[in-house]
């Protein structure tokens, strides 16, 4: 899971991540400095989260339309 949210860090792409309680925020994230926490920006504000309360994490890759 730690790949998948730096790779989403550095591309800026969506994630939607999703708790123990199945709650979710779907948004942009920044890890923290000892990478144990992470920062999502989603549609209701901004929230710090630490990794151990994320049980799954989904990323949302843009699809590159390339014409032949």
């Given at each position: 899971?730690?790949?998948?949210?730096?790779?989403?860090?550095?591309?800026?792409?969506e994630?939607?991540?999703?708790?123990?309680?199945?709650?979710?925020?779907?948004?942009?994230?920044?890890?923290?400095?000892?990478?144990?926490?992470?920062?999502?920006?989603?549609?209701?504000?901004v929230?710090?989260?630490?990794?151990?309360?994320?049980?799954?994490?989904?990323?949302?890759?843009?699809?590159?339309?390339?014409?032949?």
């Amino acid at each position: 899971m730690i790949k998948d949210l730096l790779l989403a860090e550095n591309k800026q792409y969506e994630v939607c991540l999703v708790f123990e309680d199945n709650s979710k925020y779907i948004g942009t994230i920044e890890m923290s400095s000892d990478k144990k926490r992470v920062k999502i920006k989603h549609q209701n504000g901004v929230e710090w989260i630490p990794l151990e309360e994320i049980r799954n994490c989904s990323l949302s890759v843009p699809f590159l339309n390339v014409e032949k």
